[in-house]
């Protein structure tokens, strides 16, 4: 039963003492209501124990999960069902083929001829099937989750969903660069620039993440402040421009971001246009 959870319906001998005909239902109820949320978290848990070391150890300590006895689970649910499944879809390949040859025996084909395979080849070729491909899969990754448990002592991800997993992040990456690469454009130089309103400002073709109001920036021998970030026209493509204003030698720095303009004639100040 998760930590957090409290029961639905208050203590049960609380509930006797006010009201005594259904104390033995509350407590029947908020006993059956912890058991589907344990039960609800263990299954969560099995699923989780699928997903790569990142996402599986960001979902596990964000719900709480304790992924350990779920991962042994899953890693014996996978080889046996893996194994009984193939063993009873081997045995029906297996028949299918006898089926064959004797149907061509019938047929007065030569044996030499009958579509019969080798015992070895029969199982090879069984793997190759829909039946024996899953099979074979479900049972091997089993093993590698169960051995990784006794050995490790850690999960082990389920290698096709953690592919997928990794595919759809590299797409979404891929994606986001594109689009910051087609609003922004190239890489560019940032650039410093006098204007009113504010003491300095870093036009940038990339976003700074780490530039925020908590931090204080050193840029040459000052010191700055974040006080705004715009996006502003850059020729064809967009910038960002983050206005600093000279900091107070009186104000505590929380964290400092060392800022080198990789432009020539460094520290020079280009004055804004128009």
């Known amino acids: 039963m998760p930590a957090a959870w409290t029961p639905p319906f208050g203590g049960g001998k609380a509930a006797s003492a006010r009201?005594?005909?259904?104390?033995?239902?509350?407590r029947r109820v908020n006993r059956v209501t912890g058991i589907a949320l344990s039960l609800g978290s263990h299954h969560l848990a099995m699923l989780v124990c699928l997903l790569p070391r990142r996402e599986r150890g960001r979902i596990a300590r964000r719900l709480g999960l304790?992924?350990?006895p779920?991962?042994?689970e899953l890693g014996m649910i996978e080889f046996l069902g893996g194994s009984t499944f193939g063993s009873v879809a081997f045995l029906g390949y297996a028949e299918a083929l006898s089926g064959m040859k004797?149907?061509?025996?019938?047929?007065?084909?030569?044996?030499?001829q009958a579509p019969i395979l080798p015992g070895p080849l029969t199982f090879f070729s069984f793997l190759l099937t829909p039946a024996g491909a899953i099979a074979a899969y479900a049972t091997l990754a089993g093993v590698l989750r169960l051995v990784a448990h006794v050995v490790t002592d850690e999960e082990c991800g389920d290698p096709l969903v953690s592919f997928a997993v990794v595919a759809a992040r590299g797409l979404a990456v891929f994606g986001s660069a594109w689009r910051e690469h087609r609003i922004y454009g190239p890489e560019r130089p940032d650039r410093l620039l006098?204007?009113?309103?504010?003491?300095?400002?870093?036009?940038s073709s990339r976003d700074k993440p780490g530039w925020n109001e908590l931090v204080t920036l050193r840029i040459g021998d000052r010191f700055y402040r974040v006080v705004g970030v715009e996006e502003r026209e850059d020729g064809p493509h967009r910038a960002r421009a983050y206005l600093l204003r000279e900091a107070d030698p009186r104000e505590v720095i929380r964290g400092l971001v060392v800022f080198d303009p990789p432009v020539?004639?460094?520290g020079a100040v280009d004055r804004a246009r128009g």
């Open 66 to 68: 304790d992924l350990r």
């Open 19 to 26: 009201h005594p005909q259904c104390g033995a239902y509350i």
């Open 194 to 203: 006098s204007e009113p309103g504010c003491d300095l400002v870093v036009l």
């Open 102 to 112: 004797t149907g061509g025996l019938a047929m007065g084909v030569e044996p030499a």
């Open 70 to 72: 779920a991962n042994l």
């Open 264 to 266: 020539p004639g460094r």
